[in-house]
């Protein structure tokens, strides 16, 4: 009879051994997905089985009960995360559960371009993939106002940068991220302004930032574009930019700013109009915003282009002259 037992028991812990094994081996095999890549939603609130059965509802050929076991085998089944995921070819259910409890989920990018004007953000917001759309109809009134910011105009307000986000996740959460971040570097480039800035205010700071990135062909020469600007305003003299004629213009616009448009008076034509646009002309990044605030020292009032992204800078009107007969009329 012991020797029965004994038996039974060595036949029962070999069965386990054989079990654990499979197991072991099950869990490190390819899982059999529908298509090289499938998306899988876990919902706020979802079980550990009801996870399990949304795999298997993918059109992944595993058995949920089975899937759901090893979630529950390997203590971890309560860490799952809530999100939108891809699996790819060649997941095992191990590495699914690891995916699931980091929370690793898919993510998709989408780059906002330093000096691109608003109505840029918006057409690109409107190709990215998996980005739900929900500013599509919005005015841009309507739009700050959702975003808590009711009156302001969108122009220049959101920090260009590469963002990333979640499948399904909204064009309105990633502006509204956009726009902490300009917010926070145009703080901390306030509070670092040169004591005889002739800004009043940071978004003053702001607008003239985004001429300077306009109008900036060698980034090292933000500095001192800058300085001809924060020098014409201490003066009074008209900013007379191309960029802000040209913004003026909006749509209008057709690659070739003529003497008329420079003429044609719109909010935004610094030479019709004296001082400072009433908005932002684009987005300038944390270097055009620096500039702003900290213009070089110097007493330039012009520059002019040199025709390979260089500047010539002058202090007078006859210098300046001799520097564009050289540079444009000499190159005509």
Request: glycine share 8%; proline share 6%.
């Amino acid at each position: 009879m012991r020797r029965f037992f004994l038996t039974l028991f060595l036949l029962c812990a070999l069965t386990v051994l054989a079990a654990g094994a499979a197991g072991l081996w099950w869990v490190r095999q390819p899982l059999q997905l529908p298509a090289p890549t499938v998306d899988l939603s876990v919902e706020p609130g979802t079980s550990p089985r009801g996870v399990a059965e949304a795999v298997a509802a993918t059109g992944t050929k595993v058995s949920p009960e089975l899937l759901y076991l090893w979630f529950r085998v390997s203590g971890q089944d309560r860490q799952i995360r809530a999100g939108s995921y891809e699996l790819e070819s060649g997941v095992t259910p191990h590495l699914l559960l690891n995916i699931l409890v980091r929370g690793k989920e898919a993510t998709r990018s989408l780059v906002l371009v330093e000096g691109w004007h608003f109505r840029q953000v918006r057409a690109a917001m409107a190709k990215a993939d998996q980005l739900k759309g929900d500013t599509v109809g919005l005015s841009d009134d309507e739009l700050m106002a959702r975003l808590g910011k009711p009156g302001l105009s969108p122009e220049g307000r959101f920090f260009p940068d590469t963002y990333t986000y979640s499948k399904g996740s909204t064009d309105l959460a990633l502006l509204q991220r956009a726009m902490r971040a300009m917010d926070k570097k145009l703080d901390a480039a306030w509070a670092a302004r040169a004591t005889d800035t002739p800004l009043k205010t940071a978004d003053e700071a702001l607008i003239l930032a985004s001429i300077v990135e306009k109008e900036t062909g060698k980034a090292q020469e933000r500095p001192e574009i800058s300085a001809v600007f924060s020098n014409r305003l201490r003066v009074g003299m008209p900013l007379q930019t191309d960029p802000t004629v040209i913004y003026g213009l909006g749509e209008r616009f057709d690659g070739n700013l003529r003497k008329k448009d420079l003429l044609a008076d719109t909010p935004w034509n610094t030479y019709t109009r004296p001082g400072l646009p009433p908005t932002p002309i684009a987005m300038p990044g944390k270097d055009s915003l620096l500039a702003a605030v900290q213009p070089a020292k110097s007493k330039a009032l012009y520059f002019v282009s040199r025709g390979d992204g260089t500047s010539q800078f002058s202090t007078s009107l006859d210098e300046h002259n001799r520097a564009v007969n050289r540079y444009q009329r000499g190159a005509r």
